[in-house]
């Protein structure tokens, strides 16, 4: 998927600003499909307007600037659906804390461990956000399937780092020192 699919399947739901697209690929219902930057979205409705799969109308706000809304069109809804047709794309994973597990050996046993219950933490966090997800909204069949999806990777992966974690932490020095990685 790319930023244009994106944006239209927001705008597939409801009406939209650039910055309301840009918040739900951040911290809302589409963070977990791609990555989209300021930098990316607005030239992506630029051209879906330009295309006419969008259209924009400028809203004035007491107080504030006015904003630009997005809305999809009829040639956008079809377009949207059409890019559903595609073939997928490779998925994209990326994670700091397996940057961390990879160089454990360099660190000491402690901090490692450390941080493994603070990705442990932050994994319990986020399925529970999951499961609020579930009971405070009203999701569709669709919605549902996807977020349990993303449960079950996660349980998957808390598992595994919490039957394996002592082996990293093994891995790791007893004792480090930054000295120790100038040498």
Same mark, same amino acid.
């Given at each position: ?27 809302? %219902? ?7 930057? @300021? ?22 706000? %007491? ?17 949207f ?15 700091? @804390?397996?940057?961390?597990?990879? @160089? ?5 046993? %402690? ?9 442990l ?5 986020s399925?529970?956000?999951?499961? %609020?997800?579930?009971a ?25 780092l919490?039957s ?5 932490i ?10 120790d990685?100038?040498?």
């Amino acid at each position: 998927m790319n930023v244009r699919t994106v944006c239209l399947s927001i705008l597939y739901e409801d009406d939209a600003t650039g910055y309301e697209i840009r918040r739900l690929c951040v911290e809302g %219902d589409c963070s977990y499909f791609v990555e989209a930057s @300021f930098g990316s979205i607005y030239p992506a409705l630029a051209k879906l307007e330009a295309d006419g799969l969008v259209h924009s109308r400028v809203e004035r706000q %007491d107080g504030k600037p006015s904003k630009k809304v997005y809305s999809i069109t009829g040639a956008g809804r079809a377009a949207f659906i059409g890019a559903l047709h595609e073939p997928l794309g490779e998925e994209i994973f990326r994670s700091p @804390f397996l940057l961390f597990a990879r @160089f454990a050996h360099l660190l000491p046993a %402690d901090l490692v461990e450390t941080r493994l219950n603070e990705y442990l933490e932050h994994m319990t966090q986020s399925k529970k956000k999951m499961e %609020d997800l579930i009971a405070e909204r009203s999701c569709n069949a669709s919605d549902t399937w996807v977020i349990n999806y993303g449960r079950a990777i996660m349980t998957v992966g808390e598992q595994h780092l919490r039957s394996h974690m002592q082996g990293l932490i093994k891995l790791a020095k007893a004792e480090s020192t930054l000295k120790d990685a100038a040498e």
